[in-house]
Every structure is written in structure tokens, then in C-alpha cells.
């Protein structure tokens, strides 16, 4: 009588460990705890140099990002990138040819960029197949952190460009994958906005088409990074 108990208890046990796990529901997502992190980024700025062509050339720009919860899905992020480059140097003398300005020169400068973001994470705090999806808005200054006085001295001064300090914005998009909990590689895509300004005195040159004093200039740009949540 006892071993057909025994065997009776053994089988509900089985019965109850495979019914426990048919309901046992697999998900693509995971939760995750950690509300700040910080990291480094190698971004490509692929930029618009202006109608008059005075904007610093595309290139490869270095920086690091910090960010921290604010509520559900809602993150600040700030991020600084320096930006090494370089850009022509123009004469008031018009190429005929193409009604442009005559290029004397070219010039080294880097910019500074710090900028403060709202990041909205898709998918909230957890990821899905080990993926974060998040949306970037911000703003802050582009700093010309370098400029080659030097090259300058080619044109008369009130042709001389200087990007000096502008407001910049950006929005964007991107992702990051955690291969291993806590560290994530990071890829996003977003368009910088700044401001360029044309020297006086090539705003007063006839090129057959209106030059403007100030204009907003779209600068696309495409990073990687690695990022350590804690």
C-alpha cells in the first residue's frame, strides 16, 4: 500500500513541475534596474558648409555621454564632442566661372559641441532581444575651440569668417544593444543644428544671388559608442 502511495506522490510531482512549466510565458523582453550611464562616442559629422561655403569640412568628431533617469521612460543626457576640422579661407574676388569666391587658403579649426537632451526610451526601462530603442531632442552651444589666426591673414579682416559661439540643437534616434548586462553598444543618427555667419564683406559683393547675413545649417551625423549602465 505504501509503495502505491509513493508512486502516486511521485507522479503528481511530475504532472505539477510540467504543468508549471507549459504556463511559464517566454518573453523577448527584460527588465533592468540600472538608471544612469556613462560613456564614450566616435561620431562622423557629415556637415553643410553654408551658401557661401565658409562652414568647417566633414569629419570625424570625439566625445563622451552621461545619463540619468527622470521618470519612466523620460532620460537627461548631456554629451560634449570635440570636433577637429578645417574650412576654406575666401577672397572678396569672384570666380567668373561659377559666380563664387576665389578660395586662397584653407584653415584648421575644431569646434566644441555641449549639448543637454531629452531621451525617451521606447521600449521604458527594460530592453527587447537585448535591444533599447530611444529618441533624442536637445539643445545647447557649438564653441569654436580652435582657429588658424595665420590663414586668416591671407583675406582683409572684414572677410574673415569666425564661427564663434552658437546656439545648437539636435533630434535624433538610435539604439542600444546590451550583449552583457550593464554594458551596451550604442548607434544613433541625428541632425545638428547651427548657425554660420557671413563676413561683411562679402555680404556686400554682387554674385548675382542674395548672400545671407546669418543662416541655419543642417549637420548630419551617425555615432558609436559603448556605454556602462549602473
Known amino acids: 500500500m505504501n509503495v502505491r502511495f509513493g508512486w502516486l506522490f511521485i507522479v503528481m510531482v511530475v504532472c505539477g513541475a510540467s504543468s508549471a512549466q507549459a504556463q511559464r510565458i517566454d518573453t523577448p523582453y527584460r527588465f533592468f534596474e540600472q538608471t544612469q550611464a556613462v560613456g564614450l562616442a ?3 559629422i557629415n556637415t553643410d558648409k553654408g551658401s557661401v561655403g565658409l562652414g568647417p569640412e566633414s569629419g570625424v568628431a570625439f566625445g563622451a ?10 532620460f537627461v543626457e548631456a554629451e560634449g564632442l570635440y570636433f577637429p576640422s578645417t574650412r576654406a579661407v575666401l577672397d572678396t574676388s569672384i570666380v567668373a566661372a561659377d559666380s563664387t569666391f576665389e578660395q586662397v587658403g584653407e584653415a584648421d579649426m575644431a569646434i566644441g559641441l555641449v549639448q543637454a537632451s531629452l531621451r525617451f526610451q521606447v521600449t521604458g526601462q527594460r530592453t527587447w532581444n537585448g535591444i533599447l530603442p530611444f529618441l533624442l531632442l536637445g539643445a545647447g552651444i557649438a564653441v569654436e575651440a580652435k582657429d588658424d589666426h595665420e590663414a586668416n591673414e591671407a583675406v582683409p579682416s572684414e572677410a574673415r569668417f569666425d564661427f564663434g559661439t552658437t546656439f545648437a540643437g539636435q533630434l535624433g534616434a538610435g539604439i542600444e544593444f546590451f550583449p552583457v548586462s550593464g554594458v551596451a553598444i550604442r548607434v544613433d543618427a541625428r541632425n545638428i543644428l547651427w548657425q554660420l555667419e557671413t563676413p561683411q564683406a562679402l555680404q556686400l559683393r554682387d554674385i548675382g544671388r542674395t548672400l545671407p547675413a546669418e543662416e541655419w545649417t543642417n549637420n548630419i551625423t551617425a555615432s558609436v559608442g559603448i556605454s556602462i549602465h549602473f
Do not use: D, N
Open 42 to 44: 566616435v561620431a562622423y
Open 65 to 74: 555621454r552621461y545619463h540619468i533617469r527622470l521618470s519612466g521612460p523620460f
